[in-house]
């Protein structure tokens, strides 16, 4: 699934632009944000710095909104100047190539963390991190989210692609989620609209931003939650290589199969490329171990892929959003 978005003339890569006309589109995103704070508009952009594998390029711009209002004059900004642009979360589902993200990437980050708790119900921001809603829920005798405790990334981005582990889903507990669509409006849709599946949900498709969700939990014990929390826990650092960089399981899961599995049963368990490795621990993993390029990833998941249908016939498909210039 290796995507590059398209962008106008405007906003190419920054070798295609002379420096005043750079410096003019860096004055302008500085502008439309409510506040000039130069650190919410970051020109070259080490995405290095923001995703979990810790490799690749640089972004032309990385934006980062510290409101819904600025949110949505950033957007019309956009939309009048016919910008396109990619939306990132806690960076812990994306690899960015080497050559970098020729245009904008907007960030949903700390500005969106929001935890509101009423009976069985817990309104989010885009911006919490699921595991922070876990223990939420936890502290409030609320259970059905424990098995998100573990999943690194943004509720924002698990809503993107129905995030799940240890047999849960995000559709399990989603009630409903506000989003504000590409006409700047604010809209609430019900879990049924979300068109839920498995690693997919319609805000792949749509365009639309996810700016909270509401949980519909139930009541529990609150220790033997906590206690059920602390087994996954345990489980997971027991079975996959998480004192390692990685985006967890980097492939979906086929269907009738398992693709770590599979990749053992091939024999590329601890195959490397560059710094790129198949974890020993758990093949699903794709690591970093520690001076990986995002070139090493991709080669690593190409031989992967390869093999496994040539042993097996079955194509492994990316559960990792691949993004940029090589």
């Not at 690693?199 to 639309?208: A, F, L, P």
């Amino acid at each position: 699934r290796s995507t590059l978005f398209p962008y106008t003339t405007l906003f190419r890569s920054p070798a295609g632009q002379k420096g005043d006309n750079m410096k003019d589109i860096f004055e302008s995103l500085k502008e439309v944000l409510e506040d000039r704070n130069a650190n919410k508009v970051i020109r070259n952009a080490p995405m290095a710095e923001h995703t979990s594998y810790k490799t690749g390029g640089k972004a032309d711009f990385l934006l980062l909104p510290e409101s819904e209002k600025d949110l949505k004059k950033l957007l019309g900004f956009l939309k009048e100047n016919s910008c396109r642009y990619m939306l990132m979360g806690n960076g812990s589902n994306i690899l960015v190539r080497d050559g970098g993200f020729p245009g904008i990437i907007i960030k949903i980050g700390k500005s969106f963390e929001t935890v509101m708790v009423k009976d069985c119900f817990i309104e989010v921001g885009a911006g919490t991190l699921l595991a922070a809603v876990s223990r939420k829920a936890a502290e409030e005798s609320l259970t059905g989210l424990e098995f998100a405790s573990g999943i690194p990334g943004s509720v924002g981005g698990a809503i993107f692609m129905n995030a799940g582990a240890y047999g849960g889903e995000m559709k399990d507990v989603v009630k409903s989620v506000r989003i504000l669509d590409r006409e700047g409006a604010t809209k609430i849709l019900v879990a049924e609209e979300l068109d839920f599946g498995y690693r997919h949900s319609r805000i792949q498709n749509t365009g639309e931003i996810v700016l909270s969700v509401v949980y519909n939990l139930k009541k529990g014990d609150r220790e033997s939650i906590k206690h059920e929390m602390k087994e996954l826990a345990q489980k997971r650092n027991s079975k996959q290589p998480v004192t390692y960089p990685s985006c967890g399981s980097f492939f979906k899961r086929p269907e009738g199969h398992f693709a770590g599995k599979l990749i053992e049963d091939a024999g590329f368990k601890g195959l490397k490329v560059g710094g790129a490795q198949v974890s020993e621990l758990h093949c699903g993993f794709i690591i970093n171990t520690g001076e990986a390029t995002s070139k090493d990833i991709i080669e690593l998941m190409h031989i992967v892929q390869a093999g496994v249908n040539k042993k097996f016939g079955v194509l492994l498909e990316p559960e990792v959003r691949i993004v940029g210039k090589d």
